[in-house]
């Protein structure tokens, strides 16, 4: 470095050229142009460099509180450089240049001379012409002394040209000495400052190797302490929580926090080992169980009173206002289990009441339907003169004919129709739309309620006591539904109206199955208790009626009965045609059997088909006697065409029963010669 060559020591001055140091070579030598004769540059003082301090940074052990430089910084300090000084590094290029191209110079007349003296040779003849030595010596000393005074004067020249840029060289690195002070003096300070900073992280080191060592130990202690203390302790937001907040949510997340602090007490209490903790916090947890057992009651109280409202909507209460809060009835059978069994019959007195007075609004409601009449004139073989005199006041009606009353069974799962509607409704239906829409709303309520108590109730009480719950709240309503079904039923004889309510109370055993509330098979089984009887003595009633049909012909006389007139020419006038009651009887047995495609044997349905079945294969033999034995084949064609027609209309219905029908009719009909 050229710093560290100008540092080092002073430069000496070039000693001044000689004629005695030069060679006795008789060409002459020009002096070197690199300085002037008796010129000595300017000396500096010795110094040393400061940049050595850098090696030793990271040796520092001085304290960090040490004072601050006065600009407020601990470490350094900026130096700037005098703003009339020429950079150094410019003046040493320039200098440095111009004396690299004086060397070249000096070089290229040393080569010069050195040729000359090749030339020359000091072995060769020397030429004096014509002179004596000593004058020959003297020419040439006079040479040297005048070349020698020519290049004085040239380096004296020079020195003169060059001697500003030394002084501006002199005063960069001046300026350089005093920066390299300011920064030797910085580099001390940050020497203290690190050595400062380095004891002090070696304190924080040991302090945080202490306080991780305490950190541990603490928390081995609190792995250990935890759990215990946090089981016989409660925070006192949850004491106020329960004491003052309002029953939401959160209230039932103090509460199931309160439970479980005190089945811990209560555990810890059972145990052989005396803890004074569990027996301090052990009246505050009693005081604060009773509280909430006090608010639990008042709430629910309050709810149950709400259910006696006018109009109210006993769902909404139920799944906002008690299925919502579950845990609350649990904490409160589990801690005084005497008030939650309070808690609980009130419920079902209260829901004991709504159903009942609801479904009696409902029973009256559907009531007021205009309902068609169906009695003993609208048997098989009744009059129908005296049919159409008695029902002059209702629309006509065939009950019959079963039309589209099984679309019944598809509206089994439609809601039911609200009491106003039904007592605003003025048109008139058969008995089954009353049964079905009652009986739905009583399957739906039915559902609802077995669902809620046992989401309430449970785990709290067994599911047999559920179930005790559930028919206690519903079995007058069910007596209200079975006394409603047999308003609709003892004073009919609409069989098919009849069958089709076995059929609707048939789905809604299915449809209780399916959604697993098994308490209503009860309300269900005496239901049809209530309604095959009846069918029955209804069908017995059609069975009847045709047998007096049958009798009245041997009274009249066969022609009578087929509707000709008497004398000498009836055997002629006799018709083939199919009996009018053929086709009663064709349009009752269709419905029958459209309504028992899935019936199973078990059903009396078959053995009241089969009483009637005979009962119009006897009437239609008796009438066929009338042809007597003049007509044997017209009779056959008679009944042919009464059993072909019979065929006509049972014939596209499915089932096993419908089969068995046709099967039987087609062995009466090819019986008598028919197609």
């Given at each position: 470095?050229?710093?560290?060559?100008?540092?080092?020591?002073?430069?000496?001055?070039?000693?001044?050229?000689?004629?005695?140091?030069?060679?006795?070579?008789?060409?002459?030598?020009?002096?070197?142009?690199?300085?002037?004769n008796?010129?000595?540059?300017?000396?500096?003082?010795?110094?040393?460099?400061?940049?050595?301090?850098?090696?030793?940074?990271?040796?520092?052990?001085?304290?960090?509180?040490?004072?601050?430089?006065?600009?407020?910084?601990?470490?350094?300090?900026?130096?700037?450089?005098?703003?009339d000084?020429?950079?150094?590094l410019?003046?040493l290029?320039?200098?440095?240049?111009?004396?690299?191209?004086?060397?070249?110079?000096?070089q290229?007349?040393?080569?010069?001379?050195?040729?000359?003296?090749?030339?020359?040779?000091?072995?060769?003849?020397?030429?004096?012409?014509?002179?004596?030595?000593?004058?020959?010596?003297?020419?040439?000393?006079?040479?040297?002394?005048?070349?020698?005074?020519?290049?004085?004067?040239?380096?004296?020249?020079?020195?003169?040209?060059?001697?500003?840029?030394?002084?501006?060289?002199?005063?960069?690195?001046?300026?350089?000495?005093?920066?390299?002070?300011?920064?030797?003096?910085?580099?001390?300070?940050?020497?203290?400052?690190?050595?400062?900073?380095?004891?002090?992280?070696?304190?924080?080191?040991?302090?945080?190797?202490?306080?991780?060592?305490?950190?541990?130990?603490?928390?081995?202690?609190?792995?250990l302490?935890?759990?215990?203390?946090?089981d016989?302790?409660?925070?006192?937001?949850?004491?106020?929580?329960?004491?003052?907040?309002?029953?939401?949510?959160?209230?039932?997340?103090?509460?199931?926090e309160l439970?479980?602090?005190?089945?811990?007490?209560?555990?810890?209490?059972?145990?052989?080992?005396?803890?004074?903790?569990?027996?301090?916090?052990?009246?505050?947890?009693?005081?604060?169980?009773?509280?909430?057992?006090?608010?639990?009651?008042?709430?629910?109280?309050?709810?149950?009173?709400?259910?006696?409202?006018?109009?109210?909507?006993?769902?909404?209460?139920?799944?906002?206002?008690?299925?919502?809060y579950?845990?609350?009835?649990?904490?409160?059978a589990?801690?005084?289990?005497?008030?939650?069994e309070?808690?609980?019959?009130?419920?079902?007195?209260?829901?004991?009441?709504?159903?009942?007075?609801?479904?009696?609004r409902?029973?009256?409601?559907?009531?007021?339907?205009p309902?068609?009449?169906?009695?003993?004139?609208?048997?098989?073989?009744?009059?129908?003169?005296a049919?159409?005199a008695n029902?002059?006041s209702?629309?006509?009606?065939?009950?019959?004919?079963?039309?589209?009353?099984p679309?019944?069974?598809?509206?089994?799962?439609?809601?039911?129709?609200?009491?106003?509607?039904?007592?605003?409704?003025?048109?008139?239906?058969?008995?089954?739309?009353?049964?079905?829409?009652?009986?739905?709303?009583?399957?739906?309520?039915?559902?609802?309620?077995?669902?809620?108590?046992?989401?309430?109730?449970?785990?709290?009480?067994?599911?047999?006591?559920?179930?005790?719950?559930f028919?206690?709240?519903?079995?007058?309503?069910?007596?209200?539904?079975?006394?409603?079904?047999?308003?609709?039923?003892?004073?009919?004889?609409?069989?098919?109206?009849?069958?089709?309510?076995?059929?609707?109370?048939?789905?809604?055993?299915?449809?209780?199955?399916?959604?697993?509330?098994?308490?209503?098979?009860?309300?269900?089984?005496?239901?049809?208790?209530?309604?095959?009887?009846?069918?029955?003595?209804?069908?017995?009633?059609?069975?009847?009626?045709?047998?007096?049909?049958?009798?009245?012909i041997?009274?009249?006389?066969?022609?009578?009965?087929?509707?000709?007139?008497?004398?000498?020419?009836?055997?002629?006038?006799?018709?083939?045609?199919?009996?009018?009651?053929?086709?009663?009887?064709?349009?009752?047995?269709?419905?029958?059997?459209?309504?028992?495609?899935?019936?199973?044997?078990?059903?009396?349905?078959?053995?009241?088909?089969?009483?009637?079945?005979?009962?119009?294969?006897?009437?239609?033999?008796?009438?066929?006697?009338?042809?007597?034995?003049?007509?044997?084949?017209?009779?056959?064609?008679?009944?042919?065409?009464?059993?072909?027609?019979?065929?006509?209309?049972?014939?596209?219905?499915?089932?096993?029963?419908?089969?068995?029908?046709?099967?039987?009719?087609?062995?009466?009909?090819?019986?008598?010669?028919?197609?």
């Amino acid at each position: 470095m050229w710093l560290e060559r100008l540092s080092g020591q002073s430069m000496p001055s070039n000693p001044p050229l000689s004629t005695q140091q030069r060679s006795s070579s008789p060409a002459p030598r020009r002096s070197s142009h690199l300085v002037p004769n008796n010129v000595s540059r300017p000396s500096f003082g010795p110094r040393t460099s400061s940049l050595g301090l850098s090696s030793r940074l990271n040796d520092s052990t001085t304290s960090l509180n040490a004072p601050q430089l006065p600009n407020g910084s601990s470490l350094r300090q900026e130096i700037t450089a005098p703003a009339d000084v020429v950079d150094p590094l410019t003046a040493l290029e320039s200098l440095l240049g111009r004396r690299k191209d004086r060397i070249t110079g000096i070089q290229e007349e040393g080569d010069i001379t050195a040729r000359v003296r090749k030339t020359s040779g000091l072995d060769a003849d020397i030429e004096f012409g014509g002179l004596t030595l000593d004058a020959f010596v003297g020419d040439i000393a006079q040479a040297e002394v005048k070349e020698s005074r020519r290049s004085t004067t040239h380096t004296v020249e020079e020195y003169e040209v060059e001697k500003n840029s030394f002084q501006d060289l002199h005063k960069s690195i001046l300026a350089c000495d005093d920066v390299l002070k300011s920064v030797q003096n910085s580099l001390t300070s940050f020497q203290q400052d690190l050595g400062a900073v380095s004891a002090e992280i070696e304190t924080l080191q040991s302090r945080s190797t202490a306080m991780n060592t305490r950190l541990e130990n603490r928390k081995v202690v609190e792995n250990l302490l935890g759990p215990a203390i946090e089981d016989v302790t409660i925070s006192p937001e949850i004491v106020r929580t329960i004491s003052e907040g309002p029953i939401d949510l959160s209230w039932i997340g103090a509460l199931e926090e309160l439970d479980k602090r005190s089945m811990t007490e209560h555990g810890k209490s059972a145990d052989s080992r005396k803890i004074l903790a569990t027996s301090d916090v052990k009246p505050l947890l009693s005081d604060l169980t009773n509280k909430a057992i006090e608010r639990i009651r008042d709430y629910f109280v309050s709810q149950i009173k709400a259910l006696r409202s006018p109009n109210v909507n006993a769902q909404i209460i139920q799944q906002q206002s008690f299925n919502r809060y579950k845990e609350m009835y649990g904490f409160l059978a589990r801690h005084h289990p005497a008030l939650g069994e309070e808690i609980g019959q009130a419920y079902i007195n209260t829901m004991r009441w709504y159903y009942l007075s609801n479904f009696t609004r409902y029973k009256q409601a559907l009531e007021r339907i205009p309902i068609f009449t169906v009695d003993k004139n609208d048997a098989i073989g009744a009059d129908q003169g005296a049919h159409r005199a008695n029902k002059a006041s209702q629309p006509s009606h065939d009950a019959l004919a079963i039309g589209r009353r099984p679309d019944a069974l598809k509206q089994s799962n439609q809601a039911a129709l609200p009491s106003h509607i039904a007592e605003d409704n003025k048109q008139t239906y058969y008995l089954e739309t009353p049964f079905l829409h009652f009986n739905r709303a009583l399957i739906d309520n039915a559902t609802t309620e077995y669902s809620f108590l046992a989401n309430f109730f449970s785990p709290a009480i067994s599911f047999q006591s559920i179930s005790r719950h559930f028919l206690a709240i519903f079995s007058p309503t069910f007596s209200l539904g079975h006394a409603f079904t047999k308003s609709l039923t003892e004073e009919t004889d609409d069989c098919l109206g009849i069958l089709l309510c076995v059929r609707l109370s048939q789905h809604f055993a299915f449809e209780l199955q399916r959604r697993k509330i098994p308490v209503a098979d009860g309300y269900i089984n005496g239901t049809n208790m209530l309604l095959w009887p009846r069918f029955q003595l209804a069908m017995d009633i059609h069975a009847e009626s045709i047998k007096r049909a049958t009798s009245a012909i041997s009274t009249r006389g066969a022609a009578s009965a087929l509707g000709l007139s008497s004398g000498a020419d009836a055997a002629s006038k006799q018709s083939t045609a199919p009996h009018m009651l053929t086709q009663r009887f064709g349009q009752f047995l269709q419905g029958i059997l459209v309504l028992s495609r899935d019936a199973g044997d078990d059903e009396p349905v078959g053995n009241s088909l089969s009483r009637l079945r005979g009962e119009f294969e006897a009437f239609l033999t008796k009438i066929g006697k009338g042809f007597g034995s003049a007509g044997e084949k017209k009779k056959e064609r008679f009944l042919a065409n009464n059993y072909s027609l019979i065929l006509t209309i049972v014939g596209d219905i499915g089932g096993k029963l419908a089969g068995d029908i046709r099967e039987n009719f087609e062995g009466l009909r090819d019986g008598v010669g028919g197609t």
